[in-house]
């Protein structure tokens, strides 16, 4: 069945460092990617997507490319702040009809240190 | 984007009793929600679809009778945890999908956390 592969956390930067998190797929038809991020205390929330092969998601200076390829969607920015640390969730559409069911990977939590 | 809530934010109960989780979609009229469950340092398992006026969609090796979910208005899901056991201890999380539900993009409410003692 369907199902997402991303890294292992626990992720700790240094403030301005650069921020890589893997995530890989596997999937039948052509699913939508999602980047959902949890930050302390609050429920998940939509950080970037990309709905066809080779569309870029970005938002808050988060980048991620649809690589079908390589099956893959990981997740990047360039100088990651404090207020970054969160919970990142790697997420497919598991279906294409209208039910959006959604497939997460385990999380990977990163701590930025100022 | 939709605004989801849930109550109560935290819940210790007893073994052996029941304990209902309330999610309110507060700006949308949603038809369907999900409801999930989160094991410490594990991902997001789909429990169930909560369907307005018709019968909840459990996912497989879900226990219906043990969880049960009435959606009994566009904007209420209520989750009932009967008769509580400590393995049922998790963090339990609705959503409501988007406008474009075929894209697959949620509104998650802020989660419960359920303790059986």
């Known amino acids: 069945g369907d199902s997402v592969t991303q890294m292992e956390g626990p992720v700790t930067l240094s403030e301005e460092a650069f921020l890589t998190i893997n995530c890989t797929y596997t999937a039948t038809g052509y699913p939508s990617l999602f980047w959902y991020v949890q930050y302390p205390g609050e429920g998940l929330q939509l950080l970037l997507k990309a709905t066809k092969a080779d569309d870029k998601g970005s938002n808050k200076g988060f980048e991620a490319t649809y690589r079908k390829e390589t099956t893959s969607f990981h997740l990047e920015k360039g100088s990651v702040q404090v207020s970054d640390s969160a919970v990142y969730f790697c997420a497919l559409s598991g279906y294409g009809g209208s039910q959006g069911n959604l497939i997460f990977g385990k999380g990977t939590k990163l701590s930025v240190k100022p | 984007g939709a605004v989801v809530s849930q109550h109560p934010s935290r819940v210790i109960c007893k073994s052996g009793t029941s304990v209902k989780i309330e999610c309110r979609s507060l700006?949308?009229?949603?038809?369907?929600m999900f409801w999930y469950r989160q094991f410490p340092k594990q991902s997001l398992m789909l429990m169930a679809t909560s369907n307005e006026g018709s019968k909840a969609t459990y996912e497989q090796g879900v226990e219906k009778d043990k969880f049960l979910i009435n959606h009994a208005s566009l904007t209420l899901s209520t989750l009932t945890v009967t008769s509580a056991h400590p393995e049922d201890s998790s963090f339990y999380i609705c959503s409501v999908p988007g406008l474009a539900p075929w894209f697959g993009e949620q509104f998650f409410g802020p989660g419960t956390r359920l303790t059986v003692l």
């Open positions: 700006d949308f009229q949603a038809t369907t």
